[in-house]
């Protein structure tokens, strides 16, 4: 316990001091729901063989936070642990019942009397954290300071060490359906977080152009939501 929370002192004093050195500050802030939602759809597309967490999936209870962007994280994360060759979630006792209860996530899973705060790393090379330490949703910090992230990852290991092995049968991914080529840069744009007309004129489209293969690919996921279309995606491995 002593390593674990010595672990943790080191990683927020690594993120405080980078924040203080002006030639490589911590991390980029994200605020607002439409850019975070592209950070996390950027993290899942981007995990290659390691997903390390600090998790609590109760911790949005009674919180004013919208159900899509709910699902699109939680089809994020999914889809980076379906990527990953190694997943690692550590999750506080209290929300074991939710666990059971809800959808499964590749990987392995450890039950801790607590967590410090919430964490998302990615190949030990790029981080996540809530501005807050609590919700993602009110903000996160996206860490690339290899020492921050280092620290990070170093606090994960010691409290994994400490932790208990949750244990329930995995259920098998939905097989992934091909997306049209052609919409593949719509997607793209569209959780890039840029704007309508910002995406067309990098994808060298009219705007009308642009807003029809928008509706396409809506169609294709069956949704009218942008947000929704986002976990979709990611539910289908389009990530």
Known sequence: MAESAGSVMLARSAMNRAATEGQRPAGRPVRGARRISAALAGLAASTRYELLTFDDPVASAGCAIPEPFLELAGACMRAAAERAGEVRRIVPRHALSVLEGGPRIPGRARLAESIPFKMIVVD????????????????????????????LAR??????????????????????????????????????????????????????????????????????????????????GWL
């Open 124 to 151: 030990r090379t790029v981080a996540a954290v809530p501005l807050d330490l609590e919700l993602l949703y009110n903000g996160l910090l996206l860490i690339r300071d290899p020492v921050v992230v280092q620290a």
């Open 155 to 236: 606090a994960h290991h010691a409290c994994w060490l400490t932790a208990e092995e949750l244990t329930y049968a995995q259920v098998p991914p939905p097989p992934p359906r091909d997306l049209p080529p052609q919409l593949r840069p719509v997607l793209d744009a569209l959780l890039s977080g840029v704007t309508d007309e910002t995406a067309a004129a990098r994808l060298g489209m009219s705007a009308r152009t642009y807003s029809r293969r928008v509706g396409e690919l809506m169609a294709a996921l069956g949704t009218t939501s942008r947000f929704r279309a986002g976990a979709e995606a990611a539910r289908r």
